[in-house]
């Protein structure tokens, strides 16, 4: 027999309320030598029946519960319960499983419930030759093997009180199968009155069985009539089944109209929520539109404010430009009175201005007697032949006109020459430096 891999069935009951006399261990050794295999014997009792799950471990004297074994082995089933010899059974136990010191051990017979039935004397693992040798031991060792032995003396006491109750349990036990076997007497006896009993019932019951056939000749009478009946009964049935048929069609019908009301609920559902998401994208929208009015009526009352303000710039900028043209007329009429004085003059001395060369003179006499005059005096050489002396002639600094000398004078006394101006930087136009502002505003105007 080998060592099982699995772990034995165990439990938490105390050794005091286990049942050490239903098995019993035969030629058990006070000692067994360390290093050999040893073979346990036991008895099965009448009152104990062995199962697949027993096994029989060896636990120290002093153990608690069947979970403190030290190894154990399966037991092997009779092939006979009933036969005497096959009571007597044994199991070997390896020497590599055994334990290794002196302590005291005991074999322990226990079923798969867990529930020690049988339990060895103690013993021990330790050499023949043990006994001849001379132990010296000091006072703490020899006073820990007394308290020891004194252990083990308890532990034996409490294995005989525990025979005892074994013994008296065995008692009991024999009186139970003494008023068991009784009680099987009495069952036996009562058994017999059964059978008496089965009997006449039996004869009875044969007597209702002929009853019972007279009863169904009667049946059967009935029965063909009933018979009659239950085919007009199949007929209606048939009937009603077709009008059954009938009513289940309808149903049907109406049920796949209800399908089709529930479908058509289901689209109107649906398109009533499409309206009522498209309902919202169009309130969000006129939400937006609004906010969009809004910011372009903002944007529109900039808009007029900034036109108003460009209104009257404008308004401001015709106002300075009719005066501009204004003061151009009249500069312009003054130019064409100069021009008509100056044709009026040169038509009085009786030459052509614009055919008349210009020369500049060669004497530096000439020239000293006449400073006023830039090309010289051309008609110094008629006063010297006895002509009357004319006016002395210079140009205009604004349109380069012929303006005679005392004209010339007038007009430098009225209006002084100006040489610096303003030039307008797109048209070329021309200011004087006073009329800074009016500049300024014709500049702005190429800017709109």
Avoid at 77 to 89: A, E, G, H, R, Y
Avoid at 225 to 238: F, P, T, W, Y
Wanted: aromatic share 8%; hydrophobic share 30%.
């Amino acid at each position: 027999m080998e060592k099982s891999v699995g772990n034995p069935p165990t439990s938490a009951v105390l050794r005091d309320q286990c049942h050490f006399s239903q098995v019993i261990f035969n030629s058990v050794e006070k000692f067994y030598v360390p290093g050999g295999d040893v073979t346990c014997y036991y008895t099965l009792t009448q009152q104990f029946t062995p199962r697949r799950k027993d096994w029989i471990g060896i636990f120290r004297v002093g153990w608690k519960t069947t979970r403190e074994y030290y190894t154990f082995m399966w037991i092997t089933l009779p092939v006979d319960l009933n036969n005497i010899s096959t009571k007597q059974q044994e199991v070997q136990f390896k020497a590599y499983y055994l334990p290794k010191d002196d302590e005291y051990y005991q074999f322990c017979y226990v079923d798969q419930d867990g529930v020690v039935r049988g339990a060895s004397i103690p013993f021990q693992f330790r050499p023949e030759s043990e006994e001849d040798i001379l132990v010296v031991t000091t006072q703490g060792e020899v006073e820990e093997i007394e308290q020891h032995n004194n252990e083990l003396r308890k532990e034996n006491q409490e294995l005989k009180d525990s025979c005892v109750s074994l013994q008296k349990q065995n008692s009991d036990m024999q009186a139970e199968l003494q008023k068991t076997q009784e009680e099987l007497e009495t069952l036996k006896s009562i058994n017999k009155k059964l059978e008496q009993k089965v009997k006449e019932q039996k004869d009875s019951w044969e007597t209702e069985l002929l009853q019972l056939k007279e009863q169904n000749q009667k049946m059967s009478s009935e029965n063909e009539k009933m018979g009659v009946r239950v085919d007009q009964l199949q007929a209606q049935l048939s009937s009603q089944e077709k009008e059954m048929e009938k009513l289940v069609q309808e149903a049907q019908d109406k049920t796949e109209q209800l399908e089709c009301l529930k479908k058509e609920n289901g689209q109107l559902f649906l398109s009533l929520m499409e309206q009522r998401k498209h309902q919202q994208k169009l309130e969000k929208t006129v939400e937006e539109l609004k906010q969009q009015e809004a910011i372009a009526t903002t944007k529109q009352q900039e808009l007029t404010d900034e036109n108003l303000f460009l209104s009257k710039r404008l308004s401001d900028d015709k106002m300075i430009y009719s005066v501009l043209q204004k003061e151009k007329e009249r500069l312009e009429g003054e130019n064409d009175l100069l021009k008509r004085d100056n044709v009026r003059l040169m038509s009085y001395m009786g030459l052509d201005f614009d055919s008349m060369p210009y020369q500049v003179p060669s004497d530096p006499e000439g020239a000293g007697q006449h400073p006023g005059l830039v090309f010289g005096n051309p008609y110094s050489g008629i006063q010297e032949s006895g002509a009357p002396i004319l006016p002395s002639v210079s140009k205009c600094p604004t349109c380069n006109s012929n303006i005679a000398g005392d004209v010339f004078e007038r007009i430098s006394q009225q209006q002084p020459v100006e040489t610096l101006s303003l030039n307008c930087p797109i048209c070329d136009k021309s200011f004087s430096p006073d009329e800074e502002q009016i500049f300024e505003d014709h500049v702005f105007c190429h800017s709109l």
